[in-house]
């Protein structure tokens, strides 16, 4: 298939090169010389005339207002006007207008793509009517508009683009926007109201004596021919849909119509009132500064009638998209069919021109091209006053041939004739008659005779029958080719599928003739060949076979070429009916802005179909899916894949999406499609891990990727939640109970993973979960996912490892060192554990302290400690496992920022611990409380002492709180309620004020009457029987302090009198405890 393909490429090239020269000959402005053949219809089997007796319109009354009857055929319709009056019909509906108050110039019709939608514009005398018609039964008009226009509509060009072009009566061209919301139609704007209009054309339009008489669109190459009574003025399609005046040229007065031409000899045609006919020729040139194209507009001589056919006032003309020309003399009455074919049934085989007459019974009021069908030809309506009076049939000379076999001709004879047309011609009337319903087993032997090859030696030419159908399908492509490349318009994609219906008719008869006797059944490429044009050559003499074979890859190319333009345009089609005008960008982008037919011939056109596939589903049109379903078959393995993941999604089963994915991976890998379906599958099921899904599904057949999958794995869990993280653990893990290797490369993943990772439990679960045996732990987070495993079938081995970890001289995180600590001490606490959780709950006070504090503290009240060594402090408390020593020096560092209370939560442990290390703790600790916390002396005091009192190991000093009150003002018995509210028992605040009285306390400032008063007020707050005792032992002091006459000499006034009020009080507390007693 690799070396099909291949050879494929360079017959493409081959193919173009045939092509370029065909297109170059006919494109060079010299037109062919025909012989001019006349006979009447009745003689010419390439026309069909059928009168119709029958026929009329379905408003009877529609030619009551006595106007001018016209009749014209736009899109499908019959558009029926006779003076104000407007009568639509379209096959079996019809919609008849109430009249308008003034004259009706032109009508035209679109219909909005595949919707029951039209879109009916009238040209009147003064200005434009709009209507938006619903197609029902009856019709119904859902919205109009109109609009002035200052002059006479005489001709409504196309809709394209959302634009109107109008031919005026004076000849000139302008458009009109319209802009629909929904249903209606919000607005209509002339060109003209949205610039300026020059003064100058305001001036000259007073004096302008040109009058409008015809005109005659080319939509695919944009251009508008108008012809006045001086000229033929040819007006160019601008990029934003605007017609600018490109040339012109004058013309002889007896013209009186003009006609688009489609041929590549020429751009159109005028018609004479004799009949004559002139081609017109442009020669382009693009304007400077990438303007307008200037266009040089001459005038070929004249074709006249044949010299026995003599008419005078040719009124209607008409031509088909292949030259077939239809004319009426309203003298004569009489109809001039014109075609250019081949008279084989009467010994001709050279192309000439055939004219035939037909005389009709009385004048008629139009005539139209209908349509064009590969089995039936060309179609025209004549149009009668009161409905059709006959339709004509421009035969195309396949399905002549098909009726000369069905008369019962003799066949040798007919075959005889069409061997002598040559392989164009030939071809092309084989394929029709088969088309027409000819069976191809009577056609194989002429078949044989157009395609057998003829090799000469190392040289060989593709038979003349394969020139043919090269011909062919170009042609068929080119049709196909002018629609890819026009403008928007709603039934752009209607006509496009017609398009596409002949395309693939062509296709399936050229096939089955092409598979009948094996034609195509060895397309190889031998080594060596070079294409050139129809001529090959090889390194080695051609055979009969291998001329044939190589013809045979000819044949496939060209058959494939015409067959992916089919499921283009397909696609194409698809577009426009979802995406509207947006298609147009849309196809342009897939196709790099280039024609359809440099498309199928130069591009990888698998890779053009897959793009316009996913394009195409991405639209999420309504019938989209199910369309591309019905063609799957045709397309690509790559486009194939696209519709059925879609249609998976849109079922809604996740299982059955992931896998179709899973099962076609490799095809998906091959085809480059696993980013696709994989973002398509993860917006449609996020919750599945589809990209992890498909990863896992290619390990099977690539164990390489493991890499990959780890990654992936990685960004997939990195920041999800503990769920969501198993989730996708349990999912791998579940593949690799299949992949010793792959369950391997997990474990060491997750293992070579921080202990500080968010996701450490989640690790730690998955891997109890999955793994059975994880081996001698060899680093940290190892020991720690063996302890996990083992915590509870060996709780005392799993605690004794998680307090190894948590006392680690490695660098492990703080969090880590406590939820390790923690866990040893849930599976088997110990002491030396106990410790370890405490230190690390200190640690991390210490950490916190050290930031709150700032980036400078100040350091023996003097100096500041250096940000850095503040950084490498916190560095050491939060990654390392700091004893006991140390963590009491780094603390006594910030003691005044609350490295105190570290501090003193230190010693609180230890009995051992020296009451002077205690006293200056405390001083510390007090001062941060007071100047950094911002609290009163007594309520630090109170806090201090509530914390530590009761546990701390060598026992609490409270002298030091003492003193600090006193310096702080505080009155001994503010400081006996402070302590007693702290928890302390009043007897133990009599003795620490008791060593006050006895002189062993150096530091406080109290007097002698201020001990005596805390002692007084200690007594005060005891309560049971012991308090006399304290009572009676504090009168006794009382009494000795009274009288040393000595110690009295040196108290004041005011001491004195409180010793004297605290005896007194004692006093009266002694008498009434012995009263009580």
């Keep these: 298939m690799e070396r099909l393909m291949e050879g494929s490429e360079n017959v493409k090239e081959a193919l173009l090169q045939c092509i370029a020269k065909s297109d170059t000959s006919a494109a060079d402005g010299v037109l062919p010389l025909l012989r001019t053949f006349s006979r009447p219809v009745s003689k010419t089997p390439f026309f069909d005339v059928q009168v119709e007796t029958e026929h009329a319109w379905p408003s009877s009354n529609l030619l009551n207002g006595g106007g001018c009857c016209k009749v014209h055929y736009r899109n499908g319709a019959h558009l029926v006007s006779s003076g104000n009056r407007l009568l639509v019909v379209r096959q079996d509906n019809h919609f008849y207008f109430p009249p308008w108050g003034s004259l009706i110039q032109d009508a035209y019709i679109q219909r909005c793509g595949a919707d029951k939608r039209s879109l009916i514009i009238v040209g009147l005398v003064n200005g434009i009517h709009a209507a938006l018609l619903q197609e029902e039964s009856p019709p119904v008009v859902l919205d109009d508009i109109f609009i002035e226009t200052g002059r006479s509509v005489e001709k409504i060009v196309s809709f394209e683009n959302g634009k109107l072009t109008l031919c005026y009566g004076n000849a000139q061209v302008e458009s009109c926007r319209l802009v629909f919301r929904g249903d209606k139609v919000s607005e209509m704007v002339l060109s003209s109201n949205q610039r300026p209009r020059r003064i100058y054309d305001a001036v000259i339009s007073l004096w302008d004596t040109k009058r409008y008489q015809d005109s005659a669109y080319d939509p695919y190459r944009g251009n508008l021919f108008v012809l006045s009574n001086t000229d033929l003025a040819v007006w160019k399609r601008t990029l934003t849909g605007e017609f600018v005046v490109a040339g012109s040229v004058a013309v002889l007065r007896n013209t009186v119509t003009v006609l688009a031409s489609f041929e590549t000899s020429h751009h159109a045609v005028l018609i004479a009132a004799d009949g004559g006919r002139q081609p017109v020729l442009l020669d382009e040139a693009p304007a400077a500064g990438g303007g307008t194209a200037c266009v040089n507009v001459r005038l070929a001589s004249s074709r006249p009638l044949p010299s026995g056919l003599h008419v005078e006032d040719i009124r209607f003309a008409c031509r088909d998209t292949n030259g077939t020309t239809l004319l009426y003399d309203a003298l004569t009455h ?63 000379i396949g399905l002549v041939t098909a009726n000369l076999l069905k008369l019962g001709n003799p066949h040798d004879e007919i075959f ?51 020139e043919g159908l090269l011909y062919l399908v170009h042609r068929q492509i080119v049709v196909a080719e002018r629609l890819w490349t026009s403008p928007f318009s709603w039934d752009l994609a209607l006509r496009l599928e017609g398009a596409v219906k002949l395309m693939e008719e062509w296709r399936g008869s050229i096939e089955s003739l092409l598979r009948l006797n094996g034609w195509l059944d060895y397309p190889v490429q031998h080594m060596g060949l070079v294409w050139q044009g129809f001529v090959v050559s090889s390194p080695q003499a051609f055979t009969t076979r291998t001329a044939i074979n190589t013809q045979a890859l000819f044949l496939y190319t060209l058959l494939k070429g015409l067959g992916d333009a089919c499921i283009i345009c397909k696609l194409y089609c698809m577009l426009l009916t979802a995406c509207g005008e947006e298609a147009l960008s849309m196809a342009s982008s897939i196709g790099n802005q280039m024609g359809l037919e440099h498309i199928v011939w130069r591009c990888d056109t698998d890779a053009i179909i ?28 790559k486009a194939r894949h696209a519709i059925s993941v879609h249609s998976l999604i849109m079922k809604g089963n996740a299982d059955e999406a992931l896998t ?23 917006v449609a099921f996020p919750d599945h891990m589809v990209p992890i899904r498909l990863l896992l599904c290619w390990l099977r057949h690539d164990k390489s990727s493991i890499g990959e999958l780890l990654s992936l794995l990685e960004q997939n869990t990195a920041d999800g939640s503990p769920e969501q993280v198993k989730r996708c653990l349990r999912l791998v893990m579940q593949a690799a109970a299949r992949s010793p290797a792959l369950s391997r490369d997990v474990v060491r993943w997750i293992v070579g993973h921080a202990l500080e990772d968010d996701r450490l439990m989640c690790f730690a679960e998955i891997i109890e979960e999955y793994i059975d045996d994880l081996g001698e732990p060899q680093t940290i987070p190892a020991l720690f996912y063996s302890c996990w495993k083992d915590r509870l079938r060996c709780p005392q081995v799993a605690a004794r490892g998680f307090g190894d970890i948590a006392k680690s001289k490695q660098r492990v995180l703080l969090s880590t060192r406590l939820r390790c600590i923690n866990l040893a001490l849930e599976y088997g606490p110990t002491d030396s554990d106990r410790l370890t959780y405490v230190l690390l709950l200190l640690q991390d006070e210490l950490v916190k302290v050290i930031e709150r504090t700032g980036q400078s503290f100040n350091y023996n009240s003097s100096s500041k400690l250096p940000r850095q060594e503040t950084q490498s402090h916190v560095d050491e408390l939060r990654h390392f496992y700091v004893v006991e020593s140390r963590l009491f020096e780094l603390a006594g560092v910030y003691r005044r920022n609350g490295g105190a209370k570290v501090q003193m939560d230190i010693l609180k442990m230890h009995p051992e611990t020296p009451e002077r290390v205690t006293v200056q703790v405390l001083h510390d600790l007090l001062a941060s409380l007071v100047h950094e916390g911002g609290q009163g002396a007594s309520e630090a005091v109170r806090c201090i002492v509530r914390e530590y009192y009761g546990g701390y190991a060598a026992g609490l000093p409270l002298l030091p709180f003492v003193t600090f009150l006193v310096h702080n003002r505080e009155d001994p018995g503010t400081i006996v309620d402070t302590l007693r509210s702290s928890g302390v028992p009043a007897a133990v605040v009599f003795d620490t004020f008791l060593h006050c009285l006895d002189d062993r ?9 201020g001990v005596i008063t805390a ?18 032992y504090l009168l006794e002091r009382i009494h000795k302090l009274l009288e040393n006459e000595h110690q009295i000499a040196l108290l004041r006034r005011s001491d004195v009198e409180q010793l004297q009020n605290a005896e007194a009080a004692m006093m009266r507390f002694v008498s009434s405890s012995q009263s009580v007693s």
Excluded at 422 to 432: H, N, Q, S, T, W
Excluded at 1001 to 1009: A, F, I, M, Q, R
Excluded at 1022 to 1032: K, L, Q
Aim: some cysteine.
């Design 610 to 637: 897959s793009e316009f596939c996913t394009t195409a589903l991405a639209c999420n049109g309504a019938n989209t899916l199910a369309q591309l379903e019905a063609m799957k078959h045709a397309l690509p393995v």
């Design 416 to 466: 005889s004739s069409l061997l002598k047309l040559g392989g164009r011609r030939g071809m092309e009337a084989l394929v029709g008659a088969n088309l027409a319903g000819v069976p191809a087993e009577t056609l194989a032997p002429l078949l044989g005779q157009f395609l057998h090859p003829f090799p000469q030696s190392n040289n060989m030419r593709v038979a003349p029958g394969a």
């Design 1001 to 1009: 306390c150096d530091d406080t400032v109290l007097t002698k009457s």
């Design 334 to 396: 009489l109809l001039i069919l014109i075609t250019t074919n081949c008279a084989v049934y009467e010994g001709v085989y050279d192309e000439m021109e055939l004219v035939s007459t037909f005389h009709l019974d009385g004048p008629i009021t139009g005539i139209g091209y209908v349509s064009e069908s590969v089995r039936f030809g060309t179609s025209f309506v004549v149009y009668g006053g009161s409905g059709i009076q006959c339709r004509i049939g421009a035969l195309p």
């Design 1015 to 1032: 002692l007084t007020a200690a007594v005060t707050n005891m309560v049971g029987e012991g308090r006399s005792v304290y009572a009676t």
């Design 660 to 682: 179709y994915a899973c099962d076609n991976i490799v095809s998906l890998r091959d085809e480059q499609m696993v980013s696709y379906v994989e973002e398509r599958l993860n």
